[in-house]
């Protein structure tokens, strides 16, 4: 009989809730988390209806919104400057809930702690570097100083985008070609604090998208087609080339007064882990 009953590795968002759940109910858990502190990129800040409908079901809400998640209500639509849609999430979407936005290093580091109250065993700085399967699978684990082999009744691999554990298990990975060139920021000025907003402008094929996470702060990013040219933004040179381009997109200007460069892109040369989307933070 193995020691544990679930081995998960990966410790954010997916991985943590799952190792949460498990504990809960009763199950011997571990988590591996090669990451000691959780690191700010690119990636989600929106949870959709349907993901706050199923933190719901998971008994999360509460801890969440606590944690410093904030539901936002309206989903407003833009084409350039022109106001085109302002949608209440509550009122249509089956769900009564709206969007739920976060600051996702913070809500990795809360929900990694919920799974560890829960009696999850947490391992942080831990490198998954081989996994079996078999009637009793098995995770090879190294510390930097030694190397492991743990052995549980079910693995499950939440590693993330680049996941080796694919690669391990023998899934064939499919990927569609690029069609978006994506760039980010969180930004701190006078963003709508009550609305997910939207920018298109077709006859350019522009496109941005802004996620409040508080009353000062917003994640923003500035979509352009693959194909089209897409200016290389890196170091604090670029951001006033950033605001100009979410701008000419149909953002008011005014949203972003005052903003200052801050996190991974005031350091320059900092690209998400996909390898190819310059980021731009402030705070």
């Known amino acids: 009989m193995p020691r544990w009953d679930l081995i998960v590795v990966g410790g954010g968002l997916a991985g943590a809730s799952l190792a949460r759940a498990m504990a809960t109910a009763g199950a ?7 990451e000691r502190r959780f690191r700010d990129r690119v990636r989600g800040e929106g949870m959709h209806p349907w993901g706050v409908a199923e933190a719901r079901a998971l008994g ?6 606590a944690a410093g998640a904030r539901e936002v209500r309206y989903w407003t639509s833009y084409r350039s400057s022109e106001t085109l849609r302002r949608r209440d999430l509550v009122e249509t979407s089956p769900h009564r809930a709206g969007e739920l936005t976060f600051y996702h290093p913070a809500m990795q580091e809360h929900l990694l702690g919920l ?6 065993e947490v391992r942080r700085g831990v490198t998954v570097t081989a996994l079996a399967s078999g009637p009793i699978p098995s995770v090879v684990a190294d510390t930097g100083h030694a190397s492991e082999t743990c052995r549980a009744r079910l693995v499950v691999a939440a590693d ?10 023998g899934f064939a990975v499919r990927r569609e070609p690029r069609w978006l060139a994506i760039t980010g920021v969180l930004e701190g000025g006078n963003i709508p604090a009550d609305t997910i907003s939207t920018c298109r402008t077709p006859a350019f094929g522009h496109s941005v998208l802004l996620f409040p996470l508080d009353e000062t702060r917003c994640r923003v990013y500035f ?8 200016p290389s933004l890196s ?19 005014e949203w972003f007064a005052g903003a200052q460069p801050a996190g991974p892109f005031s350091r320059g040369s900092w690209r998400s882990s996909a390898g ?3 980021a731009i933070y402030f705070a």
Do not use: M
């Open 223 to 230: 979509c352009t087609g693959r194909r089209k040219e897409h």
């Open 235 to 253: 170091g604090e040179k670029d951001s006033a080339p950033f605001v100009a381009l979410v701008v000419d997109t149909g953002a008011p200007a």
């Open 160 to 169: 993330g985008r680049q996941s080796r554990a694919r690669a391990w298990g």
């Open 28 to 34: 011997r858990v571990l988590v591996f988390e090669r």
């Open 276 to 278: 190819t989307t310059p």
């Open 60 to 65: 999360l809400d509460v801890s969440l919104t």
């Open 115 to 120: 799974a560890e109250d829960a009696g999850a």
